[in-house]
């Protein structure tokens, strides 16, 4: 669990310090990522443009070695950090509470070359805490279903489309389980879930939840939280329309193995709009699309994932930095990651939609991703200690064949372990526990 849950939540990377000189002595701006060097390229066209309006001020681009949180807690704990740095959204408000994140209501409030209502709402909403807010998004993404269009054409099965429950997605992952050789083995699978975001995008359409949509109380125990997972753990286990483990001679969770939905065995999976650049870029031929997540008993929702750019709130050049920070997360860097194709647009930049939505790319209904945002949000609260303790029982319940367990019960044995880290988080950030 634990080698799944770092990289996802906070985003550890191993890489070495990258150094990007401007031009000119005197001032600097240190700018903290864990960008790789293929994607630093990116920033390129961002660092000339503030050159050119402050050509004697030196940006230090500097790529995190190994854990990027350690990296970023030990400057800032020796009273060095960086001016400019990456969090992902949900692990902010550690930093927020703790003051070491500067405010940017006022240079909004002050500035004419952005627009903090072009932000589309569920990222604005994700931007701010306790009425202040604290970063600019380099992109964001939303979950949604995609499907294997040869895979429903041999079967003669119709397209998923807005219609979809999950009851549907279940019936119709059935008929696109199968044995194709007849050899008493599942070599080709309906559906893949669940594996991470997709466990809590389910939760959310259900109406449960590890935690309340508002932040103000546990429901990993509640009935729209159990009857969720009784439906995911009832497609693995029972219905058995999807992977388990080792099946397909592989577990499907990266690293080097080959993605059976790429290899066109697997006919759907709900995921983040990141996984359309691996498509494009490891398997160009396979013939996909994606449709909104199903609707469940508590409507269509989406997890939201961002990552966003900080200013230290101890920066020495804060009216710099904030001119950095609003070309790296404002129009110019919209459209600047929108050719990239690694995000989707968090700003509403016509030119950055026109890139993201290119008729020329898979998937056909790319706007499926940007419709989504209009029942997307960031469960800001759901953060690593709250996740540790329902993990065991939450994440393994699902995705660990010999935990069988019944859900209601797991939720309930697990309840007073999540209520005890929720309690201290929120006594961290100097929030009450309603």
Request: contains cysteine.
């Amino acid at each position: 669990m634990k080698k799944i849950l770092i990289p996802l939540l906070v985003l550890v990377a191993a890489f070495g310090f990258f150094g990007c000189a401007g031009g000119g002595g005197g001032k600097k701006i240190v700018f903290l990522h864990w960008e790789d060097a293929i994607n630093q390229k990116y920033f390129e066209p961002i660092f000339a443009e503030f050159k050119k309006r402050h050509p004697g001020v030196k940006i230090d681009s500097q790529q995190a070695t190994g854990n990027y949180t350690v990296k970023l807690n030990t400057l800032m704990s020796a009273g060095t950090p960086p001016d400019l740095f990456y969090l992902q959204a949900n692990t902010y408000l550690y930093y927020a509470a703790k003051g070491e994140l500067e405010p940017l209501n006022g240079y909004f409030a002050n500035d004419t070359e952005i627009d903090l209502k072009k932000f589309y709402p569920a990222i604005r909403n994700a931007m701010t805490f306790q009425t202040n807010v604290y970063f600019l998004p380099k992109g964001c993404h939303t979950v949604a279903l995609y499907f294997n269009k040869d895979l429903f054409d041999a079967e003669g099965l119709p397209y998923p489309d807005a219609s979809w429950t999950f009851d549907t997605l279940a019936s119709v992952a059935q008929k696109l389980t199968k044995d194709l050789d007849g050899d008493g083995k599942i070599d080709q699978f309906g559906f893949r879930g669940f594996q991470w975001l997709d466990i809590f995008a389910t939760l959310y359409c259900f109406g449960g939840g590890v935690i309340s949509e508002d932040g103000s109380r546990v429901i990993c125990n509640s009935k729209q939280s159990i009857d969720a997972l009784n439906f995911m753990y009832k497609t693995k286990y029972i219905m058995k329309i999807s992977p388990g483990s080792g099946q397909l001679g592989m577990d499907g969770t990266g690293g080097s193995q080959v993605d059976p939905f790429e290899m066109g065995k697997i006919a759907m999976q709900l995921n983040i709009y990141a996984t359309v650049c691996n498509l494009r870029e490891r398997a160009p031929n396979l013939n996909f699309d994606v449709a909104f997540i199903p609707k469940g008993p508590a409507g269509r929702k989406t997890h939201l994932e961002t990552t966003g750019f900080f200013m230290s709130s101890k920066s020495a050049n804060k009216e710099l930095a904030w001119d950095l920070l609003k070309l790296l997360g404002g129009p110019m860097g919209t459209k600047v990651f929108a050719v990239a194709g690694r995000d989707m647009p968090a700003y509403d930049e016509p030119e950055a939609l026109k890139i993201f939505l290119d008729p020329t790319k898979k998937p056909e209904h790319a706007r499926i991703f940007m419709d989504s945002l209009q029942f997307a949000f960031l469960q800001k609260y759901l953060v690593a200690p709250i996740l540790d303790a329902w993990s065991p029982q939450g994440w393994d319940l699902i995705n660990t064949e010999s935990i069988k367990k019944d859900p209601a019960r797991a939720m309930n044995d697990v309840y007073p372990a999540v209520q005890k880290a929720f309690s201290e988080f929120k006594a961290s950030i100097g929030e009450p526990v309603k």
